[in-house]
């Protein structure tokens, strides 16, 4: 088993940033794939962007150049650095992790991320 603990969400402007971060424990030796995936209010959860081991990336149209995706395997934790953060950014933003063969999937609990003025 693996846990994921997400911490960073916050209220911010637009035009603002965050940083969000991704804990990961236990099993850890499975993990490949981590990712975030950001669920809005009465929408499907969508991936933000993922990240492989070998720090292979894989972002979504709509967050291209204003998000940044990193992992530092030495301590076990993901980030999400926001930038440019817009209104239709607002969403639960969930921290996933997945095996090589994407058999085993773990999420974390969510953390709440709204951009508004």
């Known amino acids: 088993q693996v846990q994921l603990v997400e911490s960073g969400g916050a209220l911010v402007q637009p035009g603002g940033s965050l940083r969000l971060s991704c804990v990961a424990s236990g099993s850890i030796f499975s993990i490949y794939y981590m990712g975030w995936y950001r669920q809005a209010p009465g929408k499907q959860r969508d991936l933000v962007p993922m990240i492989t081991n070998s720090g292979n990336t894989n972002y979504a149209d709509s967050v291209k150049s204003r998000f940044t995706i990193s992992r530092d395997n030495a301590k076990n934790t993901m980030y999400l650095l926001m930038n440019s953060l817009k209104p239709e950014d607002t969403a639960v933003y969930y921290c996933?992790?997945?095996?090589?063969?994407?058999?085993?999937?773990?999420w974390g609990q969510g953390t709440q991320v709204t951009v508004s003025s």
């Open positions: 996933n992790a997945q095996s090589v063969t994407r058999v085993q999937v773990y």
